[in-house]
């Protein structure tokens, strides 16, 4: 999850989140998948510390944009994020799998997560809008996504269940 995304209760930024600990939980989210994936696959991400070079390049070298989705083993759903807004009364503005110029999308929790080519999303996305995937576009919420079953995504992202434990609460 990025510094520019997500709700940002702790500070104001994004004062109608239904979670007021969304950001710091996404950070902890984006370290363990960054850990599991440099521990496990010996894959390494670089994240970006500056605004200019998060909006300019993306979230890190490696071009991953990584979103926690607590709920989606419990669901049997993912909800890709699509646009989000700051409060109620803000307008839309792409985020997501259109935020930046991420190459891979990372969505999950902490028992598992999926790593997608964004683009592939994209057009998932373009093409399922009239079908069957349904769509969470509530006036009251700060995001707007689409759902992709879990069954779809075992088929089109690679899945990582990771080996660690106790990594959530930083004991990993």
């Known amino acids: 999850m990025d510094g520019r995304h997500g709700a940002m209760n702790q500070n104001g930024r994004y004062p109608d989140s239904k979670n007021p600990n969304s950001i710091q939980d996404g950070l902890e989210f ?3 998948v960054m850990e599991t994936l440099a521990k496990e696959h010996g894959i390494y991400i670089q994240n970006y510390s500056s605004k200019k ?5 993306g979230e890190n070298i490696q071009r991953f944009e990584i979103k926690l989705d607590m709920r989606c083993t419990e669901t049997r759903r993912l909800s890709i994020e699509i ?3 700051t409060a109620l ?3 839309w503005v792409n985020s997501g799998i259109y935020a930046n110029k991420s ?3 990372v969505h999950g929790n ?3 997560f999926w790593i ?3 683009s592939f999303l994209q057009q998932l996305e373009k093409v399922k809008q009239e079908e069957e995937y349904k769509y969470q576009h509530k006036e009251e919420t700060t995001i707007k996504a689409f759902y992709l079953p879990i069954e779809d995504a075992n088929k089109y992202g690679i899945v990582v269940e990771p080996k660690m434990s106790g990594v959530r609460n930083g004991m990993g």
């Open 110 to 112: 902490f028992e598992c």
């Open 116 to 118: 997608f080519i964004t």
């Open 103 to 105: 190459f891979f999308y």
């Open 89 to 91: 009364d803000r307008p």
């Open 30 to 32: 984006q370290d363990f």
């Open 83 to 85: 646009a989000e807004r």
């Open 53 to 57: 070079y998060q909006l300019n390049k």
